[in-house]
T-cell receptor, first 115, second 117 residues
Framework: AQSVTQPDIHITVSEGASLELRCNYS??????LFWYVQSPGQGLQLLLK??????LVQGIKGFEAEFKRSQSSFNLRKPSVHWSDAAEYFC?????????????FGKGTLLTVNP | EAGVVQSPRYKIIEKKQPVAFWCNPI?????LYWYLQNLGQGPELLIR????????DSQLPKDRFSAERLKGVDSTLKIQPAELGDSAVYLC???????????????FGEGSRLTVL
């Protein structure tokens, strides 16, 4: 069974600073990888996804993530954080099981942005 | 194009009462999911439908939870009777068929927040 670990429960950064949120996964084959963002009282919005090919993927709102197979990681980065980026971020891993597809989420990282 | 629609957004009930949540997926999405999200946690799958068939309900507590998707479009999740520990957000998501455009990506509704007193 696949699993996801987000080691950081809560991260605080200053506006304009760079950001990296960590994500490690466990899955026996090449996974589908996702980052979702959730603002308070809202559903989950997809930031970016990796299926195959280029290991550096670009997403919305200036976010990017890099798939590193050797480290089983898919860390999310942004060069300059804006106050509106304050939210909870979830990493998710999907198997490539076709009709048995399953998407498993990490516990999330809460991002606070200081002015 | 309309997104995933859920109702009600908020529901407050007393324990032992029944409650139902409704979800209308994105048009053309044959796969529908119900997830449970406890406070400060990531979403956890309750049940997944392929059209009208429940293909993964292994995490659904069947003693008090039930779900249906009668015509393969919208779905209802019911809890009867509700317990204090059921207070959470119930998220519905849909996705297109695996192997097609958007493979693996789930599109989420805004959720239904349940408070059991």
């Amino acid at each position: 069974a696949q699993s996801v670990t987000q080691p950081d429960i809560h991260i605080t950064v200053s506006e304009g600073a760079s950001l990296e949120l960590r994500c490690n996964y466990s899955y026996g084959a090449t996974p589908y990888l996702f980052w979702y963002v959730q603002s308070p009282g809202q559903g989950l919005q997809l930031l970016l996804k990796y299926f195959s090919g280029d290991t550096l993927v670009q997403g919305i709102k200036g976010f990017e993530a890099e798939f590193k197979r050797s480290q089983s990681s898919f860390n999310l980065r942004k060069p300059s954080v804006h106050w509106s980026d304050a939210a909870e971020y979830f990493c998710a891993v999907g198997n490539s099981g076709g009709s048995n597809y399953k998407l498993t989420f990490g516990k999330g990282t809460l991002l606070t942005v200081n002015p | 194009e309309a997104g995933v629609v859920q109702s009600p957004r908020y529901k407050i009930i007393e324990k032992k009462q029944p409650v139902a949540f409704w979800c209308n997926p994105i048009s053309g999405h044959n796969t529908l999911y119900w997830y449970l999200q406890n406070l400060g946690q990531g979403p956890e799958l309750l049940i997944r439908y392929e059209n009208e068939e429940a293909v993964d309900d292994s995490q659904l507590p069947k003693d008090r939870f039930s779900a249906e998707r009668l015509k393969g479009v919208d779905s209802t999740l019911k809890i009867q009777p509700a317990e204090l520990g059921d207070s959470a957000v119930y998220l519905c998501a849909s996705s297109p068929i695996i192997g097609g455009p958007g493979t693996g990506e789930l599109f989420f509704g805004e959720g239904s927040r349940l408070t059991v007193l």
